[in-house]
């Protein structure tokens, strides 16, 4: 049998945005990417998924229920017969329907894309292997941002690359935007 692929467009949510509560480095250029890759799955008529992170932490500064910055972004806006998924946790299995959805329509493999790599993008893939999913990461569509340990600030590139990095080591295939949609 044939394997079964779906896109997963992880909270591409406008608080991530210029403008927005938590912005991300590069997250305009990453939605673009996710755009094509939207576009490319809508034109086969291929399984699309929107992950959809709404706040329930009483001290949150982003992703508050009812308000603009949790809306998905305009350059990813679900259209009719796409599934939304809402979560509250990073791990977009975690306390949601995801898993069902995938089991019940015989989805073996996952394209992932999304925000914030570090965190939503990373727990969700790791997940999605630990469930036996074949997982495609396209790194450019993803965006992350400055983190700091230990009073050290780490650049979102670097972010970036280390976790991109890590998950190329079990977890998924990564490809960039060009290389998966003209199947190199």
């Given at each position: 049998?044939?394997?079964?692929?779906?896109?997963?467009?992880?909270?591409?949510?406008?608080?991530?945005?210029?403008?927005?509560?938590?912005?991300?480095?590069?997250?305009?250029?990453?939605?673009?990417?996710?755009?094509?890759?939207?576009e490319?799955?809508?034109?086969k008529?291929?399984?699309?998924?929107?992950?959809?992170?709404?706040?329930?932490?009483?001290?949150?500064?982003?992703?508050?229920?009812?308000?603009?910055?949790?809306?998905?972004?305009?350059?990813?806006?679900?259209?009719?017969?796409e599934?939304?998924v809402?979560?509250?946790?990073p791990?977009?299995?975690?306390?949601?329907?995801?898993?069902?959805y995938?089991?019940?329509?015989?989805?073996?493999?996952?394209?992932?894309?999304g925000?914030?790599?570090?965190?939503?993008?990373?727990s969700?893939?790791r997940?999605?292997?630990?469930f036996?999913?074949?997982?495609?990461?396209?790194?450019?569509a993803?965006?992350?941002?400055?983190?700091?340990?230990?009073?050290?600030?780490?650049?979102?590139?670097?972010?970036?690359?280390?976790?991109?990095?890590?998950?190329?080591y079990?977890y998924?295939?990564?490809?960039?935007?060009?290389?998966?949609?003209?199947?190199?």
């Amino acid at each position: 049998m044939e394997n079964k692929k779906a896109l997963l467009i992880i909270d591409i949510q406008n608080d991530y945005f210029e403008g927005g509560a938590n912005p991300l480095v590069g997250s305009l250029e990453a939605s673009f990417n996710a755009k094509k890759l939207l576009e490319d799955f809508r034109k086969k008529s291929l399984p699309i998924i929107h992950i959809q992170h709404l706040s329930n932490r009483e001290d949150s500064t982003f992703f508050i229920p009812n308000t603009k910055g949790v809306e998905i972004h305009e350059n990813v806006t679900p259209i009719d017969g796409e599934k939304i998924v809402t979560k509250n946790y990073p791990n977009s299995f975690q306390k949601t329907d995801l898993l069902d959805y995938l089991k019940t329509h015989m989805i073996s493999e996952l394209v992932i894309c999304g925000m914030m790599t570090h965190m939503c993008v990373d727990s969700t893939t790791r997940a999605a292997k630990d469930f036996d999913f074949t997982c495609t990461l396209i790194g450019d569509a993803c965006a992350t941002k400055d983190l700091e340990v230990q009073g050290k600030n780490v650049a979102a590139q670097e972010v970036q690359k280390s976790f991109i990095a890590a998950l190329a080591y079990f977890y998924s295939t990564v490809k960039n935007t060009d290389e998966y949609v003209k199947g190199i």
